[in-house]
């Protein structure tokens, strides 16, 4: 009795919420509608007119020939230039991890894909944060730290071809899956329910139980699977606009803007298989002044996820997740459609949730902390 009525409290307050809008908001411009708190106007990055195309770096969409280092030319190129567009065009684009850079814009074609290599040496293993902690991770595919002013526009598809960093569960998924998995070689656990993409993944996760924190004694190296990055990391940014493109197939979460300032979603799809482990959506960590509008995502854990951090490393740094907007969204499948934890030790404020549809989700509105 008491958990209904509390849960049917959190569904009134954000009705309210919704409703009161019309009446005493505050205008988000062009991005969205009214906002019953103080939340300043929100604008999009500031990108010079200078344009380069990934071809003219010895680029090629063959889905095959390496273009890491062509990606870095242009960005490079673009930085030189003082920002400006770095045209992807149709065709599919194997590469290792791209680097943003302040005041520019990576921009896909219609028929543009981005497949990202699993070849562990092109992601070396950095110090960052997962899941409200301080750890070391291999470094994400797309990434941006303390970037001004940034973009991620188009009508193509950025891959991360997690399925090579992921474990599998036997109960979440049917033999077709099941079966050719496991004769790609890895390693079962010892009953057999789980498959590991290698001894180091199933040892760190024998030491880490439920967590992504692994055992500190244990060689990274020999771990590394087990690292297994977020698709999009954009930590300490500001001026932020990812718009029209989708992002899919993460190794781990899919989209983490953290401790950003000034972030737009708008028009994005976001999917992962039904079965990805820590296949989140977009987690929203300890960020302030936040749109997302008009996306879909349909993945294999939470949907849209805000975050502030966990217990003592969440305090350290006690930044709140706050003036945050999310309206028009659709979610298909995943644990949670809206949810707020259950890393929020930094705490979360000033969040609206308007005008959004929860299809097959398994939970609408989603609260949880320790």
């Not at 028009?267 to 879909?296: F, K, Q, W």
């Amino acid at each position: 009795m008491a958990k209904n009525f509390f849960k049917s409290l959190i569904i009134s307050v954000l009705c309210i919420s919704a409703l009161s809008c019309a009446r005493d908001g505050k205008r988000l411009h062009q991005f969205g509608g009214d906002v019953p708190f103080d939340m300043p106007a929100l604008r999009a990055p500031s990108i010079p007119a200078n344009e380069v195309v990934l071809t003219d770096f010895g680029a090629v969409g063959d889905g095959e020939t390496l273009c890491t280092e062509a990606f870095a030319k242009a960005f490079n190129r673009l930085e030189e230039l003082g920002g400006g567009r770095l045209v992807v065009p149709d065709g599919i684009w194997f590469t290792g991890p791209v680097g943003l850079k302040s005041h520019t814009e990576l921009h896909l074609g219609d028929n543009a894909i981005i497949f990202f290599s699993a070849d562990q040496d092109l992601y070396p293993i950095i110090s960052t944060s997962f899941e409200g902690l301080d750890m070391q991770r291999c470094l994400s595919p797309v990434h941006a730290d303390g970037a001004t002013d940034i973009a991620i526009t188009g009508k193509g598809v950025i891959d991360g071809n997690g399925t090579p960093w992921r474990e599998l569960k036997k109960r979440k998924v049917g033999d077709d899956i099941w079966n050719p998995t496991v004769k790609k070689g890895g390693v079962l656990a010892d009953d057999g329910s789980v498959w590991y993409p290698d001894e180091g993944y199933k040892k760190a996760r024998l030491t880490a139980g439920s967590l992504n924190r692994q055992d500190p004694s244990l060689d990274l190296q020999e771990i590394k699977t087990f690292l297994r990055p977020v698709l999009v990391s954009l930590k300490n940014c500001e001026n932020v606009l990812l718009e029209g493109v989708t992002f899919q197939n993460s190794p781990a979460w899919n989209i983490h803007p953290l401790w950003c300032r000034n972030v737009i979603v708008k028009d994005i799809t976001v999917r992962n298989p039904h079965y990805s482990t820590n296949g989140d959506g977009m987690d929203i960590e300890a960020c302030e002044n936040v749109l997302v509008t008009g996306s879909s995502f349909d993945v294999g854990d939470d949907a849209i996820c805000i975050k502030s951090g966990k217990d003592e490393d969440g305090r350290r740094y006690g930044k709140a997740c706050s003036n945050v907007v999310i309206e028009n969204c659709t979610v298909y499948h995943g644990h949670g459609g809206f949810v707020i934890g259950s890393e929020m030790s930094g705490g979360a404020n000033n969040i609206l949730v308007q005008d959004c549809k929860f299809i097959g989700t398994d939970v609408g509105l989603r609260f949880k902390s320790t």
